[in-house]
């Protein structure tokens, strides 16, 4: 599986982003976005299924993000909205071959290349 993170780029507070991934349209289980800030360890956003029938969000992301991923062009998106400067950070897209959402990173096996966001006060 193949990933590549895009949409990354330089956003006032309050702003949105839409984050893409396409994932050459091999079928996981899971799909996935993590972040990671500078000194901080890669924590999780959001997951869903494969299928789409289950989708978990982090704290932070709940109610502000959301996680979607159209089949027709194999690719995995996060839309986030009313970002805040603590939102600052390289967001990956990730995917796991078993089944069950999972928060760890440890527990997915593909990472695309990651993509900045920053979110200026």
């Known amino acids: 599986v193949q990933l590549q993170a895009s949409g990354g780029g330089l956003v006032q507070a309050g702003g949105s982003l839409r984050l893409s991934c396409p994932d050459s349209?091999?079928?996981?289980?899971?799909v996935s976005w993590f972040r990671q800030a500078p000194g901080k360890e890669r924590e999780f956003v959001a997951a869903?299924?494969?299928?789409?029938?289950?989708?978990l969000y982090s704290d932070s992301a709940k109610g502000r993000f959301t996680i979607s991923r159209d089949n027709r062009n194999n690719t995995l998106y996060l839309r986030m909205n009313s970002l805040s400067p603590e939102d600052t950070a390289v967001y990956y897209c990730?995917?796991?071959?078993?089944?069950?959402?999972?928060?760890?990173?440890?527990?997915?096996?593909?990472w695309g290349q990651g993509t900045q966001v920053t979110v200026s006060s």
């Open positions: 990730a995917a796991r071959r078993s089944s069950g959402i999972r928060t760890s990173s440890a527990d997915y096996d593909y």
């Open positions: 349209g091999r079928i996981v289980s899971v």
């Open positions: 869903m299924t494969w299928r789409g029938d289950r989708k």
